[in-house]
Every structure is written in C-alpha cells, then in structure tokens.
C-alpha cells in the first residue's frame, strides 16, 4: 500500500512540474508575440513614409511614361512606338517615338557605364557604324537631339 502511495505521489509531482514548464512556455510566447507586434506598428509607419518618399521621387524624375504624358500634354501625338535595342550603344532599354511631325529617341542608362558618362561628358553618343549623335541627358535618360524639335527638347527637360 505504501508503495502505491508513492508512485501516486511520484506522478502528481510530474504532472505539477509539467504544468509549471507548460505554464513558463505559454509566457514566454505570449511576451515574444507582444514584442514582436509592438515593433510591427513601427515599421509599417516607417515603411509607408518611405513608399511615399519613393514615389514623389518618381514623379519628378523622368521615365518613358512621363515622357510620353509631357509630349502629350504638349499637343504632340504618339502615333509609333517601337522598342529599340539599346545594348548597341551601351543603353539598357530604348523606345522610338513617332508623332505627326517627329521621329526621335529615348534610351535609358545605368549611370555608371561608360557610355552614359560619354553622354554626359560631351553630349554625344556613339552608334558603331553611323558615328556620333548630339543627346541630352536627365537623370538615367538621354534623348537623341538630332533633328528634333524645340518642344521635344523642353518635354524632355521638364
């Protein structure tokens, strides 16, 4: 009898211990996930400020997008729009614009190559095999100024 007086006792004191450690692992969750969630709200802030930054910054500097809004804007219509192959000449990614009266194009650059501060040194481009073009550079983009219309030049610049 004493021997299962014992045991009874041996096992209660399991079952106590096993609620203690139950007990000290439910608060240590619940303090990480409280912790985990107050910083949360910071970053969420902070990283909506800076989606904002981010996109007034679009906004201002130049794209294809805002490039073609600024020709529409100013009465010009884009009629033709043909990606051009801007690795031949040291560019990322091109676009050939028609309009009623104006062929030209846009080409942007990674601003540490070699051909962009070309570009941005002398004003001018090099297409192997048809010589040098005279351009003009914003930002990332350089327009082809060749033969181009004042009005282009000023879109572009805005």
């Known amino acids: 009898m004493e021997a299962l007086v014992i ?3 041996k096992k ?3 079952e106590i211990k096993m609620k203690k450690l139950l007990t000290l692992m439910f608060c240590v969750s619940l303090c990480l996930g409280i912790s ?3 910083n949360n709200e910071k970053d969420v802030k902070s990283s909506e400020t800076e989606n904002k930054k981010a996109e007034s910054k679009k906004v201002e500097s130049m794209s294809f997008d805002r490039f073609e809004k600024i020709l529409n804007e100013n009465g010009y219509t884009i ?3 043909v990606p051009m ?3 031949m000449i040291g560019g990322e990614e091109g676009m050939k614009y028609k309009t009623d009266s104006e ?3 846009l080409y942007r650059f990674n601003t540490s190559s070699d051909a962009y501060k070309k570009a941005k040194e002398n004003g001018s481009l090099t297409l192997e095999g048809f010589g ?3 351009v003009l550079v914003n930002g990332e983009y350089v327009l082809l100024i060749d033969n181009v219309d004042q009005k282009v030049i000023d879109a572009f610049n805005k």
């Open 36 to 38: 985990g969630c107050s």
């Open 79 to 81: 009629t033709e729009k």
């Open 7 to 9: 045991i009874v006792i």
């Open 12 to 14: 209660r004191k399991e």
């Open 132 to 134: 040098d073009f005279p």
């Open 85 to 87: 192959a801007a690795q």
């Open 103 to 105: 062929k030209f194009e």
